[in-house]
Each structure stands twice: as C-alpha cells, then as structure tokens.
C-alpha cells in the first residue's frame, strides 16, 4: 500500500518567514498527490493537487509544492507566511490496491511567530 | 453548490453507551468515505462507499462500528458499544466519479468518550 511520511510534527516559523513542510511518499511514483490544510475545528480543505501534467504545483493562499520523483518527495512551501496560515497541515496519497480513497500523513502543525 | 454537511458537531457520551454520526454528501457525489481522526494524527479510513455498495470496510472495527448507505446518498455511522479510544473526530467525505482523487470533507464530528 501507499503511503506517506511527514517530516516534523510540528514546524514554528515567525511571519514573514518562508514555510517549508516535508512529504516523501513511498517508492511507487503516484499519480496524484494531495496538500490539505485543516484549521481548528474544521474539516480539511485542498490546498493544491499533483497530477503529473507539471512538477510545481500553485495552491491557494500562495502555496505551491514540487514534486521531485529523484528524492520521492512533495514538499510544501509559502515564501512569507502569514498568521493566518496556522493550522495543521497533511500530505495524502491515493491508496490504492482497488480503492479510491486517500492515505494521509500524520500531519504536520504549522506555528507562525509574531 | 452545499458541501458536505455532518451532524452532530460534538458528542459527549459515556463508555459503553452508543453514538450514530450522520453525513450527507456533495450532491451527485457517488463515492462517500468515513474517516478516524484521533488527536494528534493524521485522518485513518474506516469505510467507503460506492453508491450504497461497500469498496473497502477492512480498517472498520466491525464488531462496534457499523455504517450504511441504504439509497446511495446519506450515511449513517454508528458506534456501539463505545470505549475511551474511540474518542475522536469522525470525518465524512465524498468524491466523484472522474476519479481525480480530490476528496470533499465535511466539518467533522468530534466524540469525547468518558
């Protein structure tokens, strides 16, 4: 089965500061990939898909991730971030074996600094 | 277009007693997934629907869990009888046929088992 890893529970970054949360996905090469964002007491939310027609991926909110077949990794990025980009963050991976849905890393918290 | 909507927000029951979540899907969205949250990770599948037909129950603790989707479209999640690890957030989720892989999640219902 597929599956992904996140590097770092818990990343603290002050505003303005870049973001850079990790994602590896195990040795088969995907066909998509997922960023999604969960703010407190919500559902989660796209942040932006990987679908092998380009490697750097824009989201909303200004994220965007690379997808580097080389290192199996999908790492997401914000060049200044915000306070409001506060939340927990989780990379997902189709499951496969038969069924559609998505296996998802044990997230990542994103904490921003004043 | 409405999005998922799940009811009840929050459950707090005691251990032992029993708890049913309900999820009504994107409209015309035939696959419907239910997922664990538990504290502190990332989202674990428990059961998903193609229509009101089950693709995959194999991670679903079936001896107090129990789910159904009888006309295709709303489900019924329920726990019976509950224990202190079952505290969690129950997230519903649907997709489409187009098999893009994106996944439409609801608010969540979040269970506290005392």
């Known amino acids: 089965a597929q599956s992904v890893t996140q590097l770092g529970s818990h990343v603290s970054v002050s505003e303005g500061a870049l973001v850079l949360l990790r994602c590896n996905y195990s040795s088969s090469v995907p066909p998509y990939l997922f960023w999604y964002v969960q703010y407190p007491n919500q559902g989660l939310q796209l942040l932006l898909k990987?679908?092998?027609?380009?490697?750097l991926v824009k989201g909303i909110n200004g994220f965007e991730a690379e997808f580097k077949k080389s290192e199996t990794s999908f790492h997401l990025t914000k060049p200044s971030a915000h306070m409001s980009d506060a939340a927990e963050y989780f990379c997902a991976i189709p499951s496969g074996g038969g069924a559609d849905g998505l296996t998802f890393g044990k997230g990542t918290h994103l904490i921003i600094q004043p | 277009e409405a999005g998922v909507a799940q009811s009840p927000r929050y459950k707090i029951i005691e251990k032992r007693q029993s708890v049913a979540f309900w999820c009504n899907p994107i409209?015309?969205?035939?696959?419907l997934y239910w997922y664990q949250q538990i504290l502190g990770q990332g989202p674990k599948l428990l059961i998903q629907?193609?229509?009101?037909?089950?693709?995959?129950d194999s991670q679903l603790p079936k001896d107090r869990f129990s789910a159904e989707r009888l006309k295709g479209v709303d489900s019924t999640l329920k726990i019976q009888p509950a224990k202190l690890e079952d505290s969690a957030v129950y997230l519903c989720?649907?997709?489409?046929?187009?098999?893009?892989?994106?996944?439409?999640f609801g608010e969540g219902s979040r269970l506290t088992v005392l």
């Open positions: 990987y679908t092998s027609a380009a490697t």
């Open positions: 629907f193609q229509n009101n037909g089950v693709v995959d």
């Open positions: 989720a649907s997709s489409s046929r187009s098999r893009t892989g994106e996944l439409f």
């Open positions: 409209s015309g969205h035939a696959t």
